[in-house]
């Protein structure tokens, strides 16, 4: 008896299955669940005790640097002293921004990259790298912990491409130059697969 075979080319991936065949969901909920403590650090960032407090949180970062350091932290000290203000209310809706892309899957790499430069400089101001480092020293601060999550959240988007779960996934497809600031490479992995001959146990999907 012959067996009913679907059309070549037609054969879709299921929805919940990213363009490799696996679950798509995982990385999407690694995704949002980052986005949502970033969220929770910006949300805090709208506080009266931060913005009161948003120079003497920078200087407290400078003090007892090594002097080879000593101008780093006073050329950003002299740049924001007399507009902490202004600069307190730009990283907390900076920061606001991030969590609702990071969480809503919104222009990934752009969004990616300059949450890991945003967290990297907030640790070599703020948090003083987070030294200076002493025989009591316990930890080397959270901001640059942040910048190495972020830039996991890069390497897991250009090693498993565009996520299903994303509003990104959505722009791509009617916006042609919209995958050059989401995806990692400037592409965008198909989920549609190749031909494939008859029989074979799996479809083969185009990279």
Do not use: C
């Amino acid at each position: 008896m012959m067996q009913d075979v679907e059309p070549m080319g037609t054969h879709k991936l299921p929805l919940w299955r990213g363009a490799n065949g696996r679950p798509d969901w995982p990385k999407s909920a690694v995704r949002v669940g980052f986005g949502l403590i970033w969220l929770v650090d910006a949300i805090l960032k709208w506080r009266p005790s931060f913005r009161s407090g948003y120079m003497s949180n920078l200087m407290a970062g400078a003090q007892d640097q090594p002097a080879w350091l000593r101008w780093w932290f006073d050329f950003w000290i002299r740049i924001q002293q007399g507009h902490a203000g202004l600069f307190s209310y730009l990283v907390a809706v900076t920061e606001a921004l991030i969590a609702l892309a990071v969480i809503l899957g919104f222009a990934r790499k752009l969004t990616y990259v300059s949450a890991a430069a945003l967290s990297f400089m907030i640790w070599a101001t703020a948090e003083g790298f987070g030294g200076p480092y002493t025989a009591s020293t316990v930890d080397i601060g959270a901001a640059v912990i942040y910048s190495v999550v972020f830039l996991a959240l890069l390497a897991i988007s250009a090693q498993e491409g565009t996520s299903r779960y994303s509003v990104d996934a959505l722009i791509e497809p009617r916006v042609s130059w919209w995958h050059w600031i989401a995806e990692v490479g400037g592409h965008h992995r198909s989920v549609v697969a190749t031909p494939m001959s008859v029989g074979s146990g799996e479809p083969r999907v185009a990279a």
